[in-house]
């Protein structure tokens, strides 16, 4: 038998939700956008095929309120808002590279477990 888990397993952890979005199925799409510099709403939209304006525009919310990037209005008429990535958000790319590299080497292990799971 194993040893129990230690009650205080978790006692040095933060207790808030963690900034990282980079798991949901937009945010790594935004923020590889957003690597060359800044966009527009309507620019990111379009490599985004199936996002609606109300998920980017609540993705682009919460990358803005955890300092990933900023979001600046343009004193133009009419008004022009870009997106760009702050040097925080620059440092999303290594882990980012990471995910991709182990999903592509455990990608075919990950469907098969799906597949079985589901025929259970």
């Given at each position: 038998?194993?040893?129990?888990?230690?009650?205080?397993?978790f006692t040095?952890c933060l207790?808030?939700?963690?900034?990282?979005?980079?798991?949901?199925?937009?945010?790594?799409?935004?923020?590889?956008?957003?690597?060359?510099?800044?966009?527009?709403?309507?620019?990111?939209?379009?490599?985004?095929?199936?996002?609606?304006?109300?998920?980017?525009?609540?993705?682009?919310?919460?990358?803005?309120?955890?300092?990933?990037?900023?979001?600046?209005?343009?004193?133009?008429?009419?008004?022009?808002?870009?997106?760009?990535?702050?040097?925080?958000?620059?440092?999303?790319?290594?882990?980012?590279a990471a995910?991709?590299?182990?999903?592509?080497?455990?990608?075919?292990?990950?469907?098969?477990?799906?597949?079985?799971?589901?025929?259970?």
């Amino acid at each position: 038998m194993s040893e129990p888990l230690d009650p205080d397993l978790f006692t040095n952890c933060l207790t808030e939700p963690l900034p990282m979005r980079v798991g949901d199925k937009w945010t790594a799409k935004i923020i590889t956008c957003l690597r060359d510099g800044p966009r527009r709403f309507s620019e990111l939209a379009v490599p985004l095929r199936g996002i609606t304006a109300k998920v980017l525009t609540e993705s682009l919310r919460g990358l803005e309120r955890d300092g990933m990037l900023t979001r600046t209005v343009h004193d133009e008429l009419p008004p022009r808002v870009t997106y760009e990535l702050t040097p925080l958000g620059h440092t999303l790319f290594e882990p980012m590279a990471a995910q991709c590299a182990w999903t592509r080497a455990h990608l075919a292990e990950l469907r098969r477990a799906r597949e079985d799971y589901a025929a259970r």
